[in-house]
C-alpha cells in the first residue's frame, strides 16, 4: 500500500463499519450516503486486498482480515484525534446510531429493560441490538468486536479491557407461597429443587458437596424463563439470583428466602475494550448504564 495515495478518511468509514455493520448505519452516524460508503469500502477493500466485509442475511460481517486490523485501526485513529484536538460529541437526541449489548438471559431480564427506558427517555432514534453472550465469551466477543460492550459475571481479567463493576448480588431461594419464616437447612435438603443448568447439579451442588451435604435435584432447565412458573405450581425450590428472583416473584405467589448456608455473591460489570475509551456515543451510553443501574440498586434496598 503506498500511503501518499492512501486517503485516511477511509480508516472513519472502516471504523464506523466496524461497529455498526451496515453501509446505510455507518453513513447515518458519518453524515454521508450510503453510496459513499460503499465506495469508500471498495477503495478500502482494493487498499488492503480483501473484502474485509460481506454480507451475511441483514448483516456485513467483518472478515478475518478486518478483525486482524481492527485494533489497529482505532489505535491510529485515536492518536489523530489527539494530535489534532478534535473532540469527539455525541447528541443522543439526534443520534442514530445503534449499539450493540451483549448480555446473557441474567443480566438482560434485571438490567435491560430500565437500560432501554433511558434511552428512550433520551432519545427516539436511537437502537439497541442485544447479542446473547455468555461469562465465558466476553472477552473474546469484545476483542472480535461483535459487541460495544457486555454486562455480565466476568471472572477474567484482560489488560486491555476496561471493567466498571455495576453491582453486587447474592444467592437466594424461592419457593411457593408468601411470607414463610426463615429457611432451615434440613428443610432446604430434604425439599426438591429445580436446578438452572445442563444438568442435575451445579455451583450450589458443589457447595454442599464441601460441607458433606447434598439436597434433592429433581428438574434442571438450560434456561431461566420457565423457573418461575414451575415453582409457583409445584413444591419445588428454585436457587437464583436476589435480583432475578425479585423480578420473577412480581405478580406470582413466591416466597423469597435467604439461603440456611454462606455462599459468596457474585459482581456484576460492564466490559468493554480500552480502544473505544474515546468514543463519546459509547460513554454516554456506559454512563446511562451506571446511572440506571445505581438507581435500580437504591430501590432494591428500600
Given amino acids: 500500500m503506498n500511503l501518499r495515495h492512501f486517503n485516511l478518511n477511509l480508516l472513519v468509514v472502516f471504523e464506523a463499519m466496524m461497529s455498526q455493520r451496515s453501509t446505510t448505519r455507518a453513513g447515518q452516524i458519518l453524515g454521508l450516503s450510503q453510496s459513499a460508503i ?19 442475511k441483514n448483516e456485513m460481517v467483518p472478515t478475518q482480515r478486518a478483525y486482524e486490523i481492527a485494533g489497529s485501526v482505532s489505535q491510529a485513529l485515536a492518536q489523530i484525534r489527539a494530535l489534532t484536538g478534535e473532540v469527539q460529541t455525541f447528541d443522543p437526541a439526534t443520534s442514530e446510531r445503534t449499539f450493540r ?39 473474546q466477543a469484545i476483542d472480535s468486536d461483535d459487541a460495544d460492550l457486555c454486562i455480565a459475571f466476568d471472572e477474567r481479567d484482560d489488560p486491555q479491557h476496561e471493567t466498571q463493576v455495576l453491582f453486587e448480588d447474592e444467592w437466594v431461594c424461592a ?57 409457583e405450581g409445584s413444591d419445588l425450590m428454585l436457587t437464583l439470583p436476589r435480583r432475578l428472583a425479585h423480578e420473577f416473584s412480581r405478580g406470582r405467589k413466591i416466597d423469597i428466602r435467604r439461603l440456611p448456608f454462606r455462599t459468596h455473591g457474585f459482581p456484576v460489570s460492564m466490559v468493554w475494550h480500552s480502544r473505544r475509551n474515546d468514543d463519546a456515543g459509547l460513554t454516554w451510553l456506559r454512563n446511562l448504564i451506571a446511572s440506571t443501574t445505581l438507581e435500580e440498586s437504591l430501590l432494591n434496598v428500600a
Avoid: W
Fill in 38 to 56: 460503499s465506495n469508500s469500502l471498495a477503495q478500502l477493500r482494493l487498499a488492503f486486498d480483501d473484502q474485509l466485509f460481506v454480507r451475511h
Fill in 101 to 139: 449489548i451483549g448480555m446473557n438471559d441474567y443480566s438482560a431480564f434485571v438490567l435491560l429493560g430500565g437500560i432501554v427506558e433511558h434511552v428512550r427517555a433520551q432519545s427516539s432514534t436511537i437502537k439497541i441490538c442485544v447479542h446473547n453472550i455468555g461469562n465465558d465469551t466476553i472477552h
Fill in 175 to 231: 419457593s411457593q407461597g408468601a411470607g414463610r419464616g426463615p429457611l432451615s437447612l434440613a428443610d432446604y435438603l430434604e425439599a426438591n429443587h429445580v436446578v438452572i443448568g445442563t444438568g442435575l447439579g451445579n455451583h450450589v451442588d458443589r457447595l454442599l458437596k464441601t460441607m458433606n451435604l447434598e439436597r434433592v435435584n429433581r428438574v434442571s432447565l438450560p434456561f431461566c424463563l420457565a423457573a418461575p412458573v414451575l415453582v
